[in-house]
C-alpha cells in the first residue's frame, strides 16, 4: 500500500536528492521499528525528519489521500470498538470515529462494519463510481447482514473482500458458508 509517486521512497536516500522541505519517515508495524529509525537518521543528514506512523503512536483524525498510503486507497473511519487479545487497533488508534469519505477503490478500514448505517451507505455510493474494489481492511461477519450484504454484492468492479476469519471471531463457519452459497457474498 506504499505510495508510488516521485517523493515516495523505501529505504535510503538515493545519490540525487529531490527537492523537499522536510521528510516523513512512516512505520506500520513492530518489527520495522529499528529500520524507522534507522532511515530517520540517513534522511536526517540532508532534511528535517518527523518520524511517526502507528508504531509511534501518531495519530490521524483524518484522512489525506496518497498521504503515507498509495493512489486509491482510503480510509473512512478510523479505530475499533472490540477488544479482542490479539488486535492492537483500539490502544493505538483508539475507539471507532467516522471521518470524512475520500474517493477510493481500496477501503482500508479497520472495522467497517461498527460505522452507523447511513456512513456505510455513503462509503457503498462513493464504491459505485470505482474500479478495481477491495475491501481489504476488516469486516466483522458478525455485523454483517442482507441488507449490507446486498449492497456490497451490487458493487460490480468488487475485487477481493477480507472478512475476519470466523475462527478468530468466533462465528459459526456454517454461517459464512451460508452467505457465499446463497448468493450474498
Known amino acids: 500500500m506504499t505510495p508510488i509517486d516521485d517523493y515516495a521512497f523505501v529505504g535510503d536516500p538515493p545519490m540525487f536528492l529531490p527537492s523537499a522541505d522536510e521528510v516523513h519517515v512512516s512505520c506500520t508495524f513492530t518489527w520495522h521499528t529499528a ?7 540517513a534522511w ?3 532534511y528535517p525528519v518527523k518520524l511517526g506512523g502507528p508504531v ?3 495519530q490521524h483524525d483524518g484522512f489525506t489521500p496518497s498521504l503515507y ?3 486509491g486507497v482510503t480510509f473512512t473511519s478510523r479505530g475499533c470498538n472490540n477488544q479482542c487479545p490479539w ?3 483500539p490502544h493505538r488508534e483508539g475507539r471507532l470515529r467516522e471521518i470524512e469519505i475520500q474517493c477510493g477503490n481500496t477501503v ?3 472495522n467497517l462494519l461498527q460505522c452507523n448505517r447511513v456512513h456505510i451507505a455513503k462509503v457503498i455510493d462513493m464504491l459505485r463510481s470505482q474500479h478495481q474494489i477491495c475491501f481489504s481492511g476488516g469486516l466483522d461477519s458478525r455485523l454483517l447482514t442482507d441488507s449490507i450484504a446486498d449492497d456490497i454484492r451490487s458493487l460490480r ?8 476469519s470466523p475462527v478468530s471471531t468466533g462465528i459459526n463457519l456454517g454461517a459464512m458458508y451460508y452467505w ?4 450474498k457474498l
Open 35 to 41: 529500520r524507522a529509525k534507522r532511515l530517520a537518521e
Open 44 to 46: 536526517g543528514q540532508y
Open 56 to 58: 509511534f503512536g501518531s
Open 69 to 71: 498510503v498509495r493512489q
Open 87 to 89: 488486535c492492537l487497533v
Open 108 to 110: 482500508q478500514d479497520n
Open 157 to 164: 468492479h468488487l475485487l477481493r473482500l477480507n472478512i475476519n
Open 180 to 183: 457465499h452459497l446463497m448468493g
